[in-house]
C-alpha cells in the first residue's frame, strides 16, 4: 500500500492528544495534559474523562492546523483502543469511530503498549528488529521481545505494581507533590542512594514485584518518624536517591538477565519512566559494561502522545490491518 497520511488520537488516561503522519513523517503532535488532578493526588477517571471531552476537538484542529492538511485529505483514523481507563478511551474511540464514519475513511485500532515500543521509529537512530524492550509507565513494566513491528512478545511483567506506581507512591509517602515521580528524580540526584537499604522481591524469570517495596518503605518511615518527626525532612534527598536507586537495581537486573538468555545486543527503553534520569544513567552505564546499542525516545515521545499511535497506525495500514465501526475500547488490552 502507499505510504497513508493518518490523523491519531491517544486518550488512554489523562493526557489528551491528537497527530499527523504522512509517509511515516510527523508533522504535528499535540498534547493537553489535565492539572485538575493535582489537588487530589492520582488521576480521577471521571474528571479525566470529562477533560477529554473539552480537549480533545480543540486539540484535533489544532493539530490538522500544524500540519496543514485538510481532514478530507486523511487517508485513515488510528486511535487508542487500550489499554488504559476505559471512560478516557471511550471518548477517544467514539470520537475516532464518528469522524472516521463522517469522512468515510478507514480505522486503525491501537494498541497503547505497542505504541510505547514503537515510538523508537519517529525519529532517528532507529533499532533493527529484532531488539529487546524494557517499557516502563505508571500502569504498565514490561520485557518484550520485539521481533517486528507486528510481533511481540512479553517475557517478564510485573505481577503486582508498575515501577512507576512505585516511584509515584514512595513519592507520596514523603510528601512530595503529584505526580511523585518527578521530583523524587530531581531530589534523588543530590542524595546517597546505598544510604537506606530497601528489599525488593527476587521474582523468577524475568518477572517484577514492587508492591513490597511500598510496603518496606512505609513501615520504614513509620518507625523512623516515631524515633524523629522531623527525620523525612532532615533525609529527603538520600530517601528519594535510595528508593530510586532500589527500583532502578531491580529492572537492571532483570534486563541483563533478559538480554544475556535472548542473545539480544539492541536494548530499548519505552514509556513514561523512561524520561527518568537515573533511570537512563542506568542504562547507558550498564550498556557500556555489556556492548549493548541502547535506543531511547525523545522525551515527549516517552510520556502519552499521539504520536506513537500514529507510527503504529502507520504500520498497521501498510499491514492491512484495518478494524470496523463495531470495535470496542478494552481497558486491559493485551499486548
Known sequence: MNAPLILAIESSCDDTSAAVMANGEILSNVVATQQVHEQYGGVVPELASRAH????????????????????????????????????LLVGSMFAKTFALALDK?????????AHILAHFIKDPKPAFPFLCLTVSGGHTQLVVVRSAMEMEIIGQTIDDAAGEAFDKTAKLLGLPYPGGPHLDK?????????????????????????????????????????????VQENLADLC???????????????????????????????????????????????????????IPDFEFCTDNAAMVAMTGHFQYQAGQFTDQLISPDPRLKL
Open 53 to 88: 471531552q473539552q480537549h480533545l476537538i480543540p486539540v484535533v484542529q489544532e493539530a490538522l492546523r500544524r500540519a496543514k492538511v485538510a481532514k478530507t485529505d486523511l487517508d485513515a483514523v488510528a486511535f487508542t483502543q487500550g489499554p488504559g481507563l476505559l471512560g478516557s
Open 187 to 231: 531530589l534523588a540526584r543530590q542524595g546517597n542512594p546505598t544510604r537506606f537499604a530497601f528489599p525488593v522481591g527476587a521474582m523468577p524469570g524475568y518477572d517484577f514485584s514492587f508492591s513490597g517495596l511500598k510496603t518496606s518503605v512505609l513501615y520504614f518511615l513509620r518507625q523512623q518518624t516515631q524515633q524523629n518527626e522531623n527525620f
Open 241 to 295: 536517591a535510595s528508593i530510586q536507586y532500589t527500583i532502578i537495581q531491580t529492572l537492571m537486573r532483570q534486563l541483563r538477565r533478559a538480554a544475556h538468555d535472548q542473545q539480544l545486543r539492541q536494548v530499548a527503553l519505552a514509556g513514561g519512566v523512561a524520561a527518568n534520569s537515573g533511570l537512563r544513567t542506568a542504562l547507558q552505564e550498564l550498556a557500556a559494561e555489556e556492548g549493548w546499542q541502547v535506543f
Open 106 to 114: 478507514p480505522l486503525l485500532a491501537v494498541n497503547h503498549m505497542r
